[in-house]
């Protein structure tokens, strides 16, 4: 049963991303980077897949705050075998600490293709929410 003040979201995310090289061949066999290179524009669409969750993260805090809007920015490293660590909140501006646990632990869990070789990737993603009417 949807709560009255609960509506649909817009999570936008505009990457900040660092450390990128250019996009590259993806399909070396078994899921792997060829020359341990991680594309931006498949970091994107994995969070972007994704999105629902982080949508969760907002609507569960919507039910008791109403009004709540704000920025939640991320960074994180993707290292060689796909996975996420160091996940870090760098800016929360909605003031809700259970939205900012709940999206760190989505980008946590994330996983990547594994990659033969090179160092692991960061990036910085803010979401920003607000109630939609």
């Known amino acids: 049963?949807?709560?009255?003040?609960?509506?649909?979201?817009g999570v936008v995310f505009a990457a900040s991303l660092l450390g990128l090289s250019a996009p590259s061949v993806v399909?070396?066999?078994a899921g792997a980077y060829p020359r341990g290179t991680l594309d931006a524009f498949l970091v994107r669409d994995?969070?972007?897949k994704d999105?629902?969750?982080i949508n969760r993260c907002y609507e569960s805090a919507l039910r008791s705050e109403p009004a709540l809007e704000g920025k939640v920015?991320?960074?994180f490293a993707v290292i060689r075998n796909g996975y996420?660590?160091?996940v870090r909140v760098v800016e929360n501006t909605t003031g809700n600490t259970s939205v900012e646990h709940c999206v760190?632990?989505?980008?946590?869990?994330?996983?990547f293709p594994r990659r033969?070789?090179?160092?692991?990737?960061?990036?910085t993603f803010p979401f920003v929410f607000s109630p939609q009417d």
């Open 104 to 111: 760190a632990k989505v980008v946590r869990a994330l996983r």
């Open 51 to 53: 999105l629902p969750k």
């Open 116 to 123: 033969r070789n090179g160092k692991s990737v960061r990036f």
């Open 1 to 9: 049963m949807d709560h009255p003040s609960l509506r649909t979201i």
């Open 46 to 48: 994995k969070i972007r």
């Open 84 to 86: 996420v660590k160091g």
């Open 27 to 29: 399909g070396a066999g």
């Open 73 to 75: 920015s991320v960074r």
